[in-house]
């Protein structure tokens, strides 16, 4: 789970579990809600998820050897790089 930051407050989470699911929450007065899911493919595992605040960013790697870039606010994929060892 990764929690951004803003201004030492949190108030947003992001966390992608087994299903390949990355989930987006954002504080509310009580609790958080979902504001996005992002679904990742099947064919591969999800190994690690980071957060760029500079570039707004979510970074995914896969256990095939895929970097995925996600844009926070639209959960679309923003580009993919390939590692060619795992070929």
Request: net charge negative; glycine share 6%; aromatic share 10%.
């Amino acid at each position: 789970m990764i929690a951004t930051q803003n201004d030492l407050h949190v108030d947003i989470f992001i966390s992608c579990g087994l299903d390949n699911e990355i989930r987006i929450f954002k504080e509310t007065e009580e609790s958080y809600e979902i504001i996005r899911t992002i679904y990742i493919i099947k064919e591969a595992s999800v190994t690690c998820l980071e957060y760029c605040s500079l570039t707004k960013l979510i970074i995914v790697g896969s256990n095939v050897g895929t970097l995925a870039f996600y844009d926070i606010e639209t959960g679309k994929t923003a580009g993919t790089c390939l590692n060619k060892s795992f070929e």
